[in-house]
């Protein structure tokens, strides 16, 4: 299980609706919408 950085929801990572890359870590979405606002700003979401 892997938490979404956005929503903080826990999510699957084999069913997540998206993931991304940055700085060398895989972040995991719940949906599109998270997925996108992390890819627009993923220094505000990113650990």
């Not at 299980?1 to 979405?29: L, Q, R, W």
Request: with cysteine.
């Amino acid at each position: 299980m892997a938490i979404d950085p956005v929503c903080k929801m826990e999510v699957n990572e084999d069913g997540a609706a998206g993931k991304s890359e940055h700085g060398g870590t895989t972040y995991y979405f719940c949906s599109a919408a998270c997925k996108k606002a992390f890819d627009e700003d993923p220094g505000r979401y990113a650990r």
